[in-house]
């Protein structure tokens, strides 16, 4: 047990202390002057891009732009320069001998018709896909298998509605993760970004609330008010005033390094009888995190760390729906036996 406390605080620190380099590629003057005149003249090399038309999308008030099918293909015109040019400049510098570079955050994929990220968003999918399986199963069990309360009608369970929000916001964040790695575009990549760090936020307090067995309302609120005001401060700050891949990697790893502490040693310390399989999920996720700390370029255009960390995340959140689902049954059978 403590062997295991101890693996997962290294975690927390190689989290914290790690260095993240945030899009060198999109730094590249060449890389930068290649994106202007695509966007310009619709033209990069020998590659024409069909929605770009000397356009560019001006700030001023809403009634003042244009239609929203024009601005979108406006966007696209940003998103397909990026990719030729980020494809041309990676041909150059990989005739120069030198390794891939990150542009935008992101590793240089090769498309497959609509999907930039083929592989990413085929996973993000099953995730989305498992998320709702889950979930369903969980809603059928505490609402329809076991017992519910005499006068209330409604379940023992104390964690119920906590785990159907989280449920919902498992599913909104998988449903945009697919979408981004579909198209990759600001207000994508924003939604993915700002879905997954909502999630994370959330789960941080539900981990929180259940680990420390916090059932009065009063003392729910003082334990999420915190938490809550910091991740929407932090989605703000990624939003409206500096999109920073590296720090967002930084407090998402961070958030993810408390709650498994928290879920590893409650579970050591409560014994509770589906502890082996909690635990294999926390020190599964500890695992996979590490993927996003030693990052490496897609194999073959396609699979980088990044894509297996979606992988690896599929059985984990069967895993996970399994642990919640015997937490639900664990307790209602133990205020059952209390209420008779």
């Known amino acids: 047990m403590k062997g295991a406390t101890w693996i997962s605080l290294v975690f927390g620190f190689a989290f914290l202390l790690q260095c993240l ?14 994106v202007w005149q695509c966007e310009t003249e619709g ?42 040019c980020m494809m041309q400049r ?45 979930w369903l199963s969980y809603f059928k069990l505490v609402h329809y298998k076991l017992p519910l309360r005499p006068q209330t009608k409604r379940p023992y369970y104390e964690y119920t509605g906590l785990w159907h929000i989280y449920g919902l916001l498992s599913i909104n964040a998988w449903f945009w993760s697919t979408i981004f790695h579909t198209r990759d575009i600001d207000l994508t990549e924003k939604l993915d970004y700002s879905s997954a760090v909502a999630l994370l936020g959330y789960a941080l307090i539900l981990s929180l609330l259940r680990t420390f067995n916090v059932k009065i309302e009063a003392a729910r609120v003082m334990f999420a008010a915190p938490i809550l005001a910091f991740v929407t401060t932090h989605i703000l700050y990624l939003n409206f005033y500096d999109f920073d891949y590296g720090w967002n990697m930084k407090v998402c790893l961070l958030m993810v390094a408390i709650q498994l502490i928290a879920w590893l040693v409650w579970g050591g310390l409560t014994r509770h009888p589906a502890r082996f399989k909690l635990w294999t999920v926390v020190i599964g996720g500890a695992l996979a995190s590490l993927l996003e700390i030693f990052d490496f370029p897609p194999y073959e255009g396609y699979a980088d760390a990044h894509a297996l960390w979606h992988a690896a995340t599929i059985p984990l959140t069967y895993l996970w729906w399994g642990f919640i689902k015997d937490d639900a049954k664990f307790r209602t059978s133990d205020l059952v036996k209390k209420a008779k």
């Not at 732009?65 to 940003?78: D, G, I, M, T, V």
Request: proline fraction near 7%; aromatic fraction near 12%.
């Open 43 to 84: 033209i990069t090399g020998d590659t024409t891009v069909p929605h770009c038309k000397n356009e560019t999308i001006e700030d001023g008030a809403w009634y003042t732009k244009e239609p929203l099918y024009a601005q979108w293909r406006q966007l696209n015109c940003k998103a397909d320069c990026r990719y030729h």
């Open 21 to 34: 380099s945030a899009s060198p590629g999109d730094r590249d003057p060449v890389y930068r002057n290649c």
């Open 90 to 134: 990676e041909e150059e510098r990989r005739l120069q001998g030198l390794d891939p570079v990150k542009y935008h955050g992101k590793w240089p994929f090769l498309r497959v018709f609509v999907f930039q990220e083929p592989l990413s968003a085929a996973l993000s999918a099953l995730n989305l896909l498992m998320h709702f399986t889950g």
